[in-house]
């Protein structure tokens, strides 16, 4: 068993990363927040006995040797970047469990057959650089090195100078290596193990997922001087189409999401007819026949605006099919959960992880710990502390069923 | 005649500071552009023999003494700041045209009976720090100096401290002295002079107006794990209540106008439900009642949010009046046109002007120019050199009957 209070008091420190006021942290990938987080990482592998490398964009692994050094490694690890008044589990909570399995392994002075390799990936939100699991998805193969390294956030600055700015421009190639078997340890984003008591969930599928950038422009013009009939008012078209996009939604439920998360008007000044609206969609269901009609839908909506006379310019930036994991790895979840004797699950996720990128290079599973009432990508967000033993004592025991077959 | 050809030079000057590359300007106010262009017209009008006093609040007073300093002045001007991504003319173009007058009279060795005084305002616009006409509002007793000096930008920043950073925070107390009429020169920023081939509009009343800030919270969420039907999506209120607005402003065609400019999303990330909208909306009409009842239609509509389950939060932070002009001073100006062969036509502004404040302390009335297609809050906006000379010549004769009278 894990060090369940060790690992606690790591989540704690962590939480200060980019921490506020109402208890949540907003730890963006790659701003000053997440090098203290990386920084701290490195810092406590180190003292581990560990070496931590970082690739060319920025992902951290942190080895450790097995007795056998030609088999193929095991895997694990998670995300340190958050949201913007984000919570402080998502995505960290796997990376620190890991590590707190390479810290009980040392003291008990136990080996493996295979080596254990620890993950922290770059920009897994999605929500400073777009799309989300970027650096996953370039050391899986779905994006191009240059592709990532281009991407900007909403200020201009690019990944590349991003990386160099807080160190974290590695020299190592970002390109998969053959491995034996992935895990990932999440909390669930969701509430059912919650409202069902149950310990644990092993996610044996995840949802697909398509991500919009949309560009309606009209004409800024005088709020007081413009005639409503003469007005090529784009936030009104805008929200035609925010709404449109609910419908879509509860049209595909319970399975289908369909979200609206951002948007910026220019010039965005009260007595200005707004000009100009970007915004994003995106659409979630775990059947991709479902989510093309979810974009038809989408691309209908958009068709309706004619009359406001706005132009209209849309991308889709993200297509990530719904995925099954491995069922040999979700079977090691299965059997070391019925040795620990705690409760289980099997689930589908609604988020995306890096884990579903993994699962195109290496037989992957993940698995799930409750969190309250379901909260997340919200400072709320919160786990208790028998949760998080839990989540990492199956992590330990899985991950040593993995490397030693 | 004023030399229409050195104010179009000033003009072109003025338009350099906060020039934004499709051709327009972004000089908030009290920005770094804003005080490039108070330095200018300082320097413009210390050059000319005139002193330059500044007040608590930013205002610019250029003083021409007339022959007999007991009688009560004759104030023309305009403001210098502008929208973001703003025109070239709105604004500047009265205080421009006025220093015009001022430097026509001092090469034609021309006195007038009574001083000349003519100002440059702060925050017009009402974009950089709401509402607008703040500091005319200052000067005329509408706001105390307190609260506008409180008043602070999206950045937290205060007016009292933009003042301070900018160096304008002058001494002169910010209060009426007794005026014997005031005008103001102003771009039209609607359609109706160039479309029906007129030379200068004679405005003899102004729109009224009501600005709101709302707040709709909801529940900031996962967009892939949180189902449709447990969401308390505050953009999609939001979007109900853009769309309620400019169904308001339909209603009340063709007077009235009904605009949300501005929105803010908390936290604003691609795969995030918005747990939080912050936006604007304003109403026009030349009629009391018209706005009492678009007032009641808002409430109407925010009260129909009731099943999305949002906290609302709005509150009016600007309501002024319809206003009438003083008919004496609107004579003054059409007398002044007729003698100088411009044709004219009375009008009804909608947008809302320093004038409107002014005319509360002194007989007041405004001189509209024609502009590009009525264009303006827009980059795009522009006006001829011709309709620039016409207004300066209309302004300069206006000034010179009132202050000899
Ligand atoms: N797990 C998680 O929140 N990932 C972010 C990408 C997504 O929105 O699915
Ligand atoms: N003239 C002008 O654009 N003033 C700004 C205030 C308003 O929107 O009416």
Redesign the interface.
């Known amino acids: 068993r894990v060090n369940g209070e060790r690992l606690w008091q790591t989540l704690r420190t962590f939480a200060t990363f980019g921490a506020t006021p109402a208890g949540g942290v907003t730890r963006l990938a790659l701003s000053a927040e997440d090098r203290q987080g990386r920084d701290t990482l490195c810092h406590w592998a180190t003292e581990a006995g560990f070496h931590c490398e970082i690739d060319e964009i920025g992902n951290q692994f942190i080895r450790r040797p097995g007795r056998n050094p030609q088999l193929a490694a095991v895997m694990t690890g998670s995300h340190g970047d958050s949201?913007?008044?984000?919570g402080n589990y998502d995505g960290i909570y796997g990376v620190l469990a890991g590590l707190e399995v390479l810290r009980t392994l040392n003291e008990r002075g136990i080996e493996t057959e295979r080596d254990l390799l620890l993950v922290n990936w770059t920009n897994e939100?999605?929500?400073r650089f777009?799309p989300?699991m970027l650096a996953s998805g370039v050391w899986t193969g779905v994006f191009s090195r240059e592709y990532a390294l281009a991407r900007r956030d909403g200020d201009g600055i690019s990944v590349d100078e991003a990386l160099r700015a807080i160190g974290y421009r590695g020299t190592a190639a970002a390109r998969a290596i053959p491995l034996h078997a992935c895990f990932e340890l999440h909390i669930?984003?969701?509430p059912i193990l919650e409202e069902t008591g149950i310990d644990v969930g092993i996610v044996r599928a995840a949802?697909g997922?398509r991500?919009f950038e949309i560009t309606l422009t009209g004409?800024?013009?005088?709020?007081?001087?413009?005639?409503?009939?003469l007005r090529q008012?784009a936030?009104?078209g805008?929200?035609?189409v925010?709404?449109a996009v609910?419908r879509i939604?509860?049209q595909f439920?319970?399975d289908?999401?369909?979200?609206?998360?951002?948007?910026?008007?220019?010039?965005?000044?009260?007595?200005?007819?707004?000009?100009r609206v970007f915004f994003?969609v995106?659409f979630?269901h775990p059947d991709a026949n479902a989510l093309d009609r979810m974009e038809a839908a989408l691309h209908a909506a958009l068709a309706t605006l004619g009359e406001r006379r706005l132009t209209v310019s849309a991308g889709k930036i993200f297509d990530y099919a719904p995925i099954a994991f491995d069922p040999g790895c979700v079977a090691h979840i299965e059997h070391a959960a019925g040795a620990l004797g705690l409760t289980q699950r099997s689930m589908v996720?609604?988020?995306?992880h890096d884990a579903c990128y993994l699962n195109r290079v290496a037989p992957t599973a993940m698995i799930f710990i409750p969190c309250e009432k379901?909260?997340?990508?919200?400072?709320a967000e919160n786990i208790l502390p028998a949760w998080s033993t839990n989540g990492a004592d199956l992590l330990l025991h899985t991950l040593l069923a993995a490397a030693n077959e």
């Not at 949201?83 to 984000?86: D, H, I």
């Not at 289908?256 to 000009?275: D, E, H, Y």
């Not at 996720?349 to 995306?352: E, L, P």
């Open positions: 949201q913007p008044l984000g939100e999605g929500a777009a989300a669930e984003q969701g949802m997922q991500w004409f800024a013009a005088h709020a007081g001087t413009t005639p409503m009939d008012d936030l009104c805008f929200a035609e925010a709404l609910e939604g509860r439920a319970d289908g999401r369909a979200t609206v998360g951002m948007a910026q008007l220019t010039p965005n000044s009260r007595n200005v007819v707004p000009g994003t995106e979630r996720s609604g988020a995306g379901g909260i997340s990508h919200n400072e």
